[in-house]
């Protein structure tokens, strides 16, 4: 009796409904009753087309979940998430390249580095060659500490330094008719 009342409800309700929404309720109805009569013997066996199909109908209606008696709710939620999770695995997944050094030698070569603030990436390249380890130059640089400051010194610097030099070297050209260099 209860049952004959809530199809009765169902049923009036039905023209209330959005159009999206019967048209999902139908095809999923439609495809349990595809999947039951595919059953062979005891439990009914999904396969991951059926999964795929209920999964995109949930995306697009969720809800479809009330229309479901051959699996529980919980259950095409649960697949939804595998999927979703699944599929940011293989988004994020290593596509190769370079393998990475060990973090011992990015630690010793950032330690060099910081403790030779002059050598560059080639001088310690050769001394981790010297000791024993074959990294590329370009795994060196990538891991070295970059300094904050210019390497030299600036121009403001050398002009104070080299001042009376500049000068002095100046007050001895001696332009000729020809542009020629008097030595």
């Known amino acids: 009796m209860i049952g004959l009342l809530c199809f009765v409800l169902t049923v009036l309700a039905s023209p209330f409904k959005s159009k999206l929404r019967l048209e ?14 595919r059953k062979l013997h005891g439990r009914v066996r999904l396969t991951n087309h059926d999964r795929w199909f209920f999964i ?18 919980e259950t095409l939620v649960r697949w939804h998430r595998a999927g ?4 940011w695995r293989w988004k994020s997944r290593s596509l190769g390249g370079r393998l990475q050094i060990e973090t011992d030698l990015r630690t010793l070569i950032r330690r060099m580095s910081v403790e030779n603030p002059l ?11 010297k000791l024993g380890f074959a990294v590329a130059q370009s795994s060196i640089a990538k891991y070295m500490i970059k ?3 210019p390497p030299s010194q600036g121009w403001r610097t050398f002009l104070r330094n080299h001042a009376p030099d500049i000068a002095a070297m ?14």
């Not at 999902?24 to 009569?37: G, P």
């Not at 332009?175 to 260099?181: A, K, M, S, V, Y």
């Open 147 to 149: 300094r904050r400051g």
């Open 119 to 129: 050598w560059g990436a080639p001088r310690i390249h050769g001394e981790l060659l």
């Open 170 to 183: 100046d007050l001895f050209v001696v332009p000729t008719i020809g542009f020629d260099l008097l030595l």
């Open 56 to 73: 995109q109908l949930y995306r697009w209606c969720p809800s479809i979940l009330k229309v479901f008696t051959i699996i529980r709710p």
């Open 84 to 87: 979703f999770r699944c599929y």
């Open 24 to 37: 999902a309720e139908n095809a999923v109805l439609r495809h349990q009753l595809i999947i039951l009569r």
